[in-house]
């Protein structure tokens, strides 16, 4: 697995638009930690609620990597997370903090609070991961000076954005995009992105009419942003609906650690698969 790609993809196997249940997912995800492309994969992600479950899912010995997403009280996951069992080894949690057009500093302190009890867990309970998922909206840069301070303090907090939904809202234009892009990286300040990014290449989706960006012109906008690019640079990069200049870039790039963002989530392992393999990013598991 090239340096660029590792853990890019997140397994959303039991959120929407994929919606598995959970003991699919959890067989599912099994498969493709024992995959010749295990290391694309990230943590399998599950809600907060459904953390008790997992524990008639695995047998005695095992060990489950997952990510913890808020899907109720941001004062529950504290809770949450001591409470589950302790075959379930918890990576990050992962919560909105606002909606569109609220100050998201409340609730970004709630999980700032949460990251500082976090970092004290003891060694039987890693130090977790913290994202704040952040509406692109209202006071977006002040929360993103909020993080940065937080992160030079020694949490493990960083950034989450939303890049598409079951509204048109919720797509960020190129232009947004590479301007948060271009903001976090003047912060040094890491970041996550979730929804709508299904295929590689920027595309319009039939079947809803959104025009949808793809996790290849976001590789390719986070490098060129890391080496100094400037917002309209990323822009156009992310506006790019034609393979050949996205593979090129990501291509020199391949063996670099991923600069700025941390991943994505996915509700599909074998649709980024497929068409990272499509690019030539992948040898899809055939020789050196």
């Not at 941001?74 to 609220?102: F, M, S, Y």
Request: net charge negative; charged share 25%.
């Amino acid at each position: 697995m090239p340096a660029l790609l590792d853990g890019l993809v997140d397994d959303a196997a039991v959120f929407p638009p994929g919606s598995a249940a959970l003991p699919d997912a959890v067989a599912a995800h099994r498969r493709h930690r024992a995959a010749w492309y295990a290391d694309l994969v990230g943590p399998l992600l599950v809600p907060a609620s459904k953390l008790p479950d997992l524990a008639a899912l695995l047998a005695d010995d095992e060990r489950l990597a997952v990510g913890v997403i808020a899907d109720g009280s941001v004062d529950r996951l504290d809770a949450a997370c001591a409470e589950a069992d302790p075959r379930v080894r918890i990576r990050q949690v992962e919560a909105a903090v606002a909606k569109r057009g609220e100050d998201p500093q409340p609730g970004l302190h709630k999980l700032i609070e949460l990251a500082k009890r976090a970092r004290g867990t003891g060694h039987d309970r890693p130090a977790l991961d913290v994202y704040a998922e952040l509406p692109l909206t209202f006071g977006l840069m002040a929360a993103l000076d909020t993080l940065t301070a937080a992160r030079a303090g020694g949490l493990p907090i960083a950034a989450k954005f939303r890049t598409g939904g079951l509204a048109a809202e919720l797509f960020p234009t190129p232009a947004e995009l590479a301007a948060v892009i271009c903001a976090c990286r003047d912060r040094d300040l890491p970041f996550k992105l979730t929804a709508g990014l299904h295929r590689a290449v920027r595309h319009l989706e039939p079947e809803t009419g959104f025009t949808h960006h793809g996790f290849a012109n976001l590789l390719a906008a986070t490098v060129a942003a890391a080496d100094g690019a400037g917002p309209d640079a990323v822009a156009g990069i992310l506006l790019k609906a034609s393979r050949g200049p996205l593979v090129e870039r990501i291509t020199s790039a391949r063996d670099r650690a991923r600069p700025l963002w941390i991943g994505f989530g996915s509700c599909s392992i074998e649709e980024p698969l497929t068409d990272l393999t499509r690019l030539g990013l992948l040898n899809g598991g055939e020789g050196a």
